[in-house]
Every structure is written in C-alpha cells, then in structure tokens.
Nanobody, 115 residues
Framework: VQLVESGGGMVQPGGSLRLSCAASGFTFSSYDMSWVRQAPGKGPEWVSGINSDGGSTANADSVKGRFTISRDNAKNTLYLQMNSLKPEDTALYYC?????????WGQGTQVTVSS
C-alpha cells in the first residue's frame, strides 16, 4: 500500500489549497478514505471522510463549509479542496485508508497558513 500526498504549501489566511493523494497497491475504489491532520504539539485530528464510491462525505465541525473531500476512482486519487484557510488549519495533512479505523496513511503534506 502506498499513499502519497501532495499540494501542500504556505498560504495567507483566506487563501485556498487543493491537496491530492495518489493511492496504489490496493483496490482504491473498494475503500472509504479520510484526511487527517496533525498540528505541532497536538494529536491527530480527523478532518474529512468519503465512502468508497464518493457518494457520501463527512467533515469535522472545524472545517465544515470550508473544506471539500472528493475522489476520482478512475485515477486512484483522493482530493481535499481547502478554502477560507485559517492559521489554525496549519498542520501536516495525511490521507488515510479506512476499514472502520485507519489502517494505512501516507507521509503527509505540510500546510502552513500565515500572513
């Protein structure tokens, strides 16, 4: 199993970023997926989740209305569109393969929101 996140960077408050996660080594279309983040000095925080066919999504209250999770099963890729970014969104963002709980995750991509 390999999960490779990309798309992170530094952005000003109010800006946008789109994260991608390229998946390989398993049947991507068969698994629910999530985005999880970890800010410096804090524990992991679940951010968004999507079911295997993309028909159902859920978001943490902290990102509701600002972040959108999606997937392209033909491209084995998971996405996270992040709008109206805030300094408190600064974290290392991971994509995760789910089987109820997280069973695999990638190396992460850093998102820094700062003026």
């Amino acid at each position: 199993v390999q999960l490779v996140e990309s798309g992170g960077g530094m952005v000003q408050p109010g800006g946008s970023l789109r994260l991608s996660c390229a998946a390989s080594g398993f049947t991507f279309s068969s698994y629910d997926m999530s985005w999880v983040r970890q800010a410096p000095g804090k524990g992991p925080e679940w951010v968004s989740g999507i079911n295997s066919d993309g028909g159902s999504t859920a978001n943490a209250d902290s990102v509701k209305g600002r972040f959108t999770i999606s997937r392209d099963n033909a491209k084995n890729t998971l996405y996270l569109q992040m709008n109206s970014l805030k300094p408190e969104d600064t974290a290392l963002y991971y994509c995760a393969r789910m089987e109820g709980l997280i069973v695999d995750w990638g190396q992460g991509t850093q998102v820094t929101v700062s003026s």
